[in-house]
């Protein structure tokens, strides 16, 4: 019947465990939409969801690439369709979940990539002019011709930059007016749900703590591990891992590297919510009123309505 179930929220707000229960008690699937969990061996810094925690639900688009492999929003668009259609060839319903939300955004509005391609010159031009004059330079390359990217990137994303910087080079648009026109009908038909806070503090709280868990769990280790792999790839560019580098030349403590982490991984849950609030067809759930049973049972008749079970 074409029909998806998508779950989004912020880092540490509790996607994972709402979307298996979900699927446990409709037939489901899940599908990750998370930019940093298709690389191996990513488990602790990126919150992978464990064995333990899938209670025997399938799940897509985890460990599908190495770190040193390159994964862009094409990639991701190609592994997602093809995935949807394998689960709904079963009889089961796709759950999208994650926080990446260019990923999540791109599929529900049907983007069709244009045939705008990387320039290797002007790549190889704009990789060098961020070595030489720093990555914050790049992105103030943006802030004339496309202040909404400007303001939603991150300074050192500079595959992102530079690519808002070709689209606008090659078309003379923003990203946001290339993927307007972009856009094309829907093949499927969405069910949202957005995890969110009514006090801040509260999210803040439970992001500090994940990370100090993260710590007790051997993220040291495993930053350290991936490090060697590839040190200038994307996946060490990741929250909770790129953090980790100038402790490593001795520059900072590593209590410094860790607040550090706290401090990007609440930043990034600010962006998060900032880009889903912008689409109003989520219904959103407060989670810091200890309601998560009734989060369930609210999602539950949403959903029995929508598959018509």
Not at 167 to 174: E, F, P, V
Not at 211 to 218: L, R
Request: net charge neutral.
């Amino acid at each position: 019947m074409n029909k998806i179930v998508v779950i989004v929220g912020p880092t540490a707000s509790g996607k994972t465990s709402l979307s298996v229960e979900l699927a446990k008690k409709f037939n489901g699937e899940i599908i990750s939409a998370d930019s940093m969990q298709v690389y191996r061996g990513m488990d602790i810094g990126t919150a992978k969801v464990t064995n333990e925690e899938k209670q025997g639900i399938t799940h897509h688009l985890i460990d599908i690439l190495d770190p040193s492999e390159e994964f862009s929003l094409a990639d991701y668009l190609d592994h997602v369709k093809k995935a949807v259609n394998d689960i709904l060839s079963r009889g089961k319903t796709p759950f999208l979940v994650g926080g990446t939300g260019l990923y999540v955004s791109s599929f529900t509005d049907n983007i069709k990539l244009s045939p705008s391609k990387a320039d290797p010159e002007y790549r190889a031009f704009l990789n060098d002019f961020a070595g030489k004059n720093g990555t914050w330079a790049l992105k103030e390359l943006l802030r004339p011709v496309d202040p909404e990217s400007y303001a939603k990137l991150f300074d050192n994303d500079v595959k992102r930059i530079s690519r808002a910087l070709e689209i606008y080079r090659d078309t003379g648009k923003t990203v946001e007016e290339y993927n307007k026109e972009s856009r094309q009908n829907p093949e499927f038909e969405f069910l949202k749900f957005g995890l969110t806070c009514a006090n801040r503090d509260f999210l803040y709280e439970r992001i500090n703590n994940r990370v100090d868990i993260m710590m007790e769990q051997g993220l040291l280790d495993e930053v350290k591990r991936i490090s060697s792999l590839n040190r200038s790839g994307t996946a060490c560019q990741a929250i909770g891992y790129r953090q980790f580098d100038d402790y490593f030349k001795g520059n900072i403590s590593l209590e410094q590297a860790i607040e550090l982490v706290k401090q990007e991984s609440r930043r990034y849950a600010k962006r998060q919510l900032t880009w889903f609030k912008r689409d109003k067809d989520i219904i959103w759930h407060n989670i810091d009123e200890n309601n998560s049973e009734e989060i369930m049972n609210s999602c539950s008749k949403h959903m029995e309505k929508f598959l018509k079970v």
